[in-house]
């Protein structure tokens, strides 16, 4: 583990991963470390400074399985299909891990002792101003949760594949029409050590400089 705030925050930041396979299913996550998570989630940037963003916090054992039931209706052919166009492509060794470990959780999901849905209090519009400045005021602060409950030993899986069903979850869930679930975070404490810096292309590879497709110079 780093020293410095820079080290550590540079450390969170490359190994706070999407934990599918290594949730603890047999460890409850205290409420209270959560909601301290979701303090500190609560400082990340929001359009208007206005608060319209909730969190849902799910343990009823029922309802887990009933939305890891919606989540697999979909969620099941979805990876299925995936699958197979990765196997059909050839070898792609991280594609197909990503989905192995998928469809893991997918099998697994109603045993994750804690669910979290993360929802706005409005419906996002259709332009792109509407767009950006909707999901730009919730999706920050979902990250800073699943960095602040890394940093506690708690792993969460940012997922979407139940809102394929999601006015059925509105239901189940007693939510209002005018609000939108953002993600599910399946949450459990992690088990092993610590996390391998996913592999993403380098800044200079993905970073244009003053023009489109122009490259940022290489420092003199
Ligand atoms: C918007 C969004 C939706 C996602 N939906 C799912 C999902 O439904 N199920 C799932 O297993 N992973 C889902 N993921 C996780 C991605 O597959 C994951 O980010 C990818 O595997 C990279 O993993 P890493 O962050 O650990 O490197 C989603 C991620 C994002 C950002």
């Given at each position: 583990m780093a020293n410095s705030p820079v080290e550590s925050l540079d450390y969170f930041l490359t190994t706070t991963k999407q934990v599918r396979r290594r949730l603890d299913l047999t460890r409850q996550v205290p409420t209270d470390v959560v909601l301290e998570c979701i303090d500190l989630a609560s400082r990340a940037p929001i359009g208007g400074n206005l608060e319209r963003n909730r969190w849902l916090l799910i343990d009823d054992a029922e309802t887990r399985l009933a939305l890891a039931d919606l989540y697999s209706r979909f969620g099941r052919g979805y990876l299925e299909a995936g699958q197979k166009q990765i196997e059909s492509m050839g070898n792609d060794s991280t594609a197909a891990r990503v989905v192995e470990s998928s469809m893991y959780l997918l099998e697994h999901l109603h045993e994750v002792p804690l669910m979290i849905i993360p929802i706005k209090l409005d419906r996002p519009g259709t332009t792109t101003f509407e767009q950006a400045t909707y999901w730009g005021s919730v999706t920050p602060g979902?990250?800073?949760?699943?960095?602040?409950?890394?940093?506690?030993?708690?792993?969460?899986?940012?997922?979407?594949?139940?809102?394929?069903?999601?006015?059925?979850?509105?239901?189940?869930?007693?939510?209002?029409?005018?609000?939108?679930?953002?993600?599910?975070?399946?949450?459990?404490?992690?088990?092993?050590?610590?996390?391998?810096?996913?592999?993403?292309?380098?800044?200079?590879?993905?970073?244009?400089?003053?023009?489109?497709?122009?490259?940022?110079?290489?420092?003199?």
């Open positions: 979902v990250w800073s949760l699943q960095l602040a409950l890394r940093a506690r030993g708690i792993g969460s899986a940012w997922t979407t594949l139940h809102l394929q069903h999601e006015e059925d979850a509105a239901e189940l869930l007693g939510l209002p029409v005018s609000v939108t679930q953002i993600a599910l975070l399946p949450t459990a404490y992690f088990t092993g050590d610590g996390f391998h810096p996913a592999r993403r292309r380098r800044a200079q590879e993905i970073t244009y400089y003053n023009r489109w497709k122009e490259p940022v110079p290489a420092p003199t």
